[in-house]
Every structure is written in structure tokens, then in C-alpha cells.
Nanobody
Framework: QVQLVESGGGLVQTGGSLRLSCAVPGRVFRNYAMGWFRQAPGKERTFVATISRTDGSTYYADSVKGRFTIARDNAKSTVYLQMNSLKPEDTAVYYC????????????????WGQGTQVTVSS
């Protein structure tokens, strides 16, 4: 069974920063694109960011562009989401995911998921 493990969530004030981490099994990390999604209470899970397996190209949801940065550390098989200038509307459970299709925002294209980490931004 493939386990993706997120960490780094927490409570932060508006304008603050957090860095989420996702530890990925090596064989998955080497062969899959990685993405971050989030789900606010009572809402659907939505795309946040993705990074390709090969050239490291990235793509972001408009709502986080310029504030969030996705990165992958090949030596540690870990993907990160650096979140700056956080807003209350960023409050959600954040999930990392691995998928065989690069540069996709569609959650059904992702094959493996973590259990999520809570991010709460207070106003």
C-alpha cells in the first residue's frame, strides 16, 4: 500500500506563512508528478499546485499564484508547498497526491493521496 504522509499544517494569522511537506515512497516519487489539493469544510476538493516529474515545471491555481510555491526534493523524495501571505480563505485540509499525468488539475488523474493536514488561517 502506498502511503503519502503530509506534515506542517497548523494555525497561522493572516499574512503569515507555512510550509507543508509530503513524504513519498521513492518508487512513486521517481515516476509520478506531484500535486497539492485542498478541501474546505462543506466544499469539494480543489486543485492548488502541481509539479512535473521530469523538468520540474509547475502550475498553480489562480487563487494561490504568486503566494504559494511547490517544489520537490529528489534526494529526500519529498514535495513541499510553501505558502506565504496566507488568507482566511486558504483555510482547508491540504492533501498531496501523485499522478501519472503531468500538469493536470483534475483530481481523478491522481492515483495516490495522503491523509491531509489541516491549515487554519485566522483573521
Amino acid at each position: 500500500q502506498v502511503q503519502l504522509v503530509e506534515s506542517g499544517g497548523g494555525l497561522v494569522q493572516t499574512g503569515g506563512s507555512l510550509r507543508l511537506s509530503c513524504a513519498v515512497p521513492g518508487r512513486v516519487f521517481r515516476n509520478y508528478a506531484m500535486g497539492w489539493f485542498r478541501q474546505a469544510p462543506g466544499k469539494e476538493r480543489t486543485f492548488v499546485a502541481t509539479i512535473s516529474r521530469t523538468d520540474g515545471s509547475t502550475y498553480y491555481a489562480d487563487s494561490v499564484k504568486g503566494r504559494f510555491t511547490i517544489a520537490r526534493d529528489n534526494a529526500k523524495s519529498t514535495v513541499y508547498l510553501q505558502m506565504n501571505s496566507l488568507k482566511p480563505e486558504d483555510t482547508a485540509v491540504y492533501y498531496c497526491a501523485a499522478g501519472a499525468i503531468s500538469k493536470t488539475t483534475v483530481k481523478n488523474h491522481y492515483d495516490y493521496w495522503g491523509q491531509g493536514t489541516q491549515v487554519t488561517v485566522s483573521s
